[in-house]
């Protein structure tokens, strides 16, 4: 062997045997300190990769089932039921851009900038063939081939979008926040909430918000009980006064109690210190289980006749207490949680979790741009469609309620 191979040999050698020495150093000494924190509840970047990809392909999934459920629909009878409403806002997309915007006339105005941001960052995000996209902006959507936040358990034809407020949330979540994209709210409530032990928080339940008739019953529960639980009531929004017109008696138990404040806090001030928050009804679905999961604190949720997005994939006991619409039982089941601090304990970090991977916002994408390319292809396959999809946003079977202009 030549003398130059040898040095060649040898370097090679040397460079091995340092990169052996390197990586054992590693080893003895990064590895335990990972295996440590892993040990203490903190995850790791892969085990979150590897937990948001299983989200995305579990949300990817429940997206291709919200438009299986209209495959079953003749021709005729899927233009029967697709039609627009004075309430709808109906988007026109062409080679992936929306470029004809038509709203009704009695289309929530406030929540129409949102949707149409929650649109364009699904065509961001993916790309989906041309079609129409009726949404319909109120909380209690009629039965017809659309698109909202939310629906009836049985409802053949609406299809769930993320709710608006993923792409513009409008509810203050943190003194001196002024982002209201969500991923950066999510991450704050995140890192809020870690900073609050369970342990250490209050063990009173704990619910805010404005007295909807399905809140009255555990609003009552604080009144009466106030050891036990307590309440935020938002005495100031502009619906106050019609929800508690002609109960003079409920309302002075609330004044009593300390239950009415007229002014609004965010979420975090009074949620993050309690380790039992109860969901509750809004107007329709109340879209605040978002803000719940990843708050640090376990949640009791009642029955419940509508469902958004993502519901299907919670399970009751592992992300949250499931209790009953009137809350007869929550006080027995708060006695249960009380028992057993190790697995409520569990179900936060199960929420927590649960957050992070299936609400990411790149995932909420990933749902709602599989959801509207399965719809897309539908829609494609009705020839009263594809001669002229321009109608459906300009005259909606003969009913000029649509005021139309281009996007």
Same mark, same amino acid.
């Given at each position: 062997?030549?003398?130059?191979?040898?040095?060649?040999?040898?370097?090679?050698?040397?460079?091995?045997?340092?990169?052996?020495?390197?990586?054992?150093?590693?080893?003895?000494?990064?590895?335990?300190?990972?295996?440590?924190?892993?040990?203490?509840?903190?995850?790791?970047?892969?085990?979150?990769?590897?937990?948001?990809?299983?989200?995305?392909?579990?949300?990817?999934?429940?997206?291709?089932?919200?438009?299986?459920?209209?495959?079953?629909?003749?021709?005729?009878?899927?233009?029967?039921?697709?039609?627009?409403?004075?309430?709808?806002?109906?988007?026109?997309?062409?080679?992936?851009?929306?470029?004809?915007?038509?709203?009704?006339?009695?289309?929530?105005?406030?929540?129409?900038?949102?949707?149409?941001?929650?649109?364009?960052?699904?065509?961001?995000?993916?790309?989906?063939?041309?079609?129409?996209?009726?949404?319909?902006?109120?909380?209690?959507?009629?039965?017809?081939?659309?698109?909202?936040?939310?629906?009836?358990?049985?409802?053949?034809?609406?299809?769930?979008?993320?709710?608006?407020?993923?792409?513009?949330?409008?509810?203050?979540?943190?003194?001196?926040?002024?982002?209201?994209?969500?991923?950066?709210?999510?991450?704050?409530?995140?890192?809020?909430?870690?900073?609050?032990?369970?342990?250490?928080?209050?063990?009173?339940?704990?619910?805010?918000?404005?007295?909807?008739?399905?809140?009255?019953?555990?609003?009552?529960?604080?009144?009466?009980?106030?050891?036990?639980?307590?309440?935020?009531?938002?005495?100031?929004?502009?619906?106050?006064?019609?929800?508690?017109?002609?109960?003079?008696?409920?309302?002075?138990?609330? %004044?009593?109690?300390? *239950? @009415?404040?007229?002014?609004? #806090?965010? +979420?975090?001030?009074?949620?993050? =210190?309690?380790? &039992?928050?109860?969901?509750?009804?809004?107007?329709?679905?109340?879209? %605040?289980?978002?803000? *719940? @999961?990843?708050?640090?604190? #376990?949640? +009791?949720?009642?029955?419940?006749? =509508?469902?958004? &997005?993502?519901?299907?994939?919670?399970?009751?006991?592992?992300?949250?207490?499931?209790?009953?619409?009137?809350?007869?039982?929550?006080?027995?089941?708060?006695?249960?949680?009380?028992?057993?601090?190790?697995?409520?304990?569990?179900?936060?970090?199960?929420?927590?979790?649960?957050?992070?991977?299936?609400?990411?916002?790149?995932?909420?994408?990933?749902?709602?741009?599989?959801?509207?390319?399965?719809?897309?292809?539908?829609?494609?396959?009705?020839?009263?469609?594809?001669?002229?999809?321009?109608?459906?946003?300009?005259?909606?079977?003969?009913?000029?309620?649509?005021?139309?202009?281009?996007?």
């Amino acid at each position: 062997m030549r003398p130059s191979s040898r040095r060649v040999t040898m370097l090679s050698v040397i460079a091995v045997t340092s990169l052996v020495t390197l990586l054992c150093y590693w080893g003895l000494h990064y590895v335990p300190a990972a295996v440590e924190n892993a040990s203490r509840g903190s995850r790791t970047h892969s085990s979150s990769s590897v937990g948001r990809e299983r989200a995305r392909r579990e949300l990817q999934q429940l997206a291709v089932v919200e438009v299986q459920r209209l495959r079953s629909l003749t021709p005729e009878s899927a233009e029967r039921h697709f039609r627009t409403c004075s309430t709808c806002l109906c988007l026109l997309i062409v080679d992936n851009a929306v470029v004809r915007i038509a709203s009704g006339p009695q289309s929530w105005v406030s929540r129409m900038p949102a949707y149409l941001q929650l649109v364009d960052d699904i065509l961001l995000y993916h790309s989906v063939p041309d079609t129409v996209v009726v949404i319909d902006t109120t909380d209690h959507p009629k039965s017809r081939i659309s698109f909202n936040f939310n629906r009836r358990y049985g409802d053949s034809f609406i299809m769930m979008l993320p709710n608006h407020r993923f792409a513009v949330n409008d509810i203050p979540v943190a003194a001196g926040m002024k982002s209201k994209k969500w991923n950066p709210t999510l991450k704050v409530l995140l890192q809020l909430s870690q900073r609050a032990p369970y342990a250490s928080r209050d063990d009173r339940l704990f619910m805010d918000g404005i007295p909807h008739p399905d809140k009255k019953h555990y609003f009552d529960i604080a009144c009466q009980q106030p050891d036990i639980a307590t309440a935020y009531i938002h005495a100031g929004s502009e619906h106050f006064e019609r929800l508690m017109r002609g109960e003079e008696q409920r309302l002075e138990c609330y %004044r009593q109690a300390g *239950l @009415l404040a007229n002014t609004t #806090v965010p +979420f975090a001030t009074h949620n993050l =210190r309690h380790k &039992f928050l109860v969901y509750a009804h809004g107007n329709s679905l109340s879209d %605040r289980l978002r803000l *719940l @999961l990843p708050s640090g604190s #376990v949640i +009791f949720k009642p029955d419940e006749d =509508r469902t958004e &997005f993502f519901r299907a994939i919670l399970q009751p006991y592992r992300h949250y207490i499931p209790v009953a619409r009137d809350y007869s039982d929550l006080l027995e089941k708060r006695q249960w949680a009380l028992a057993h601090p190790q697995a409520c304990e569990r179900m936060v970090r199960a929420s927590r979790e649960f957050a992070e991977d299936y609400l990411e916002y790149s995932n909420v994408m990933a749902y709602a741009g599989r959801l509207l390319t399965e719809y897309a292809h539908w829609m494609q396959s009705f020839s009263w469609f594809t001669a002229d999809p321009r109608r459906v946003c300009s005259t909606p079977w003969g009913k000029d309620m649509f005021q139309c202009r281009a996007a």
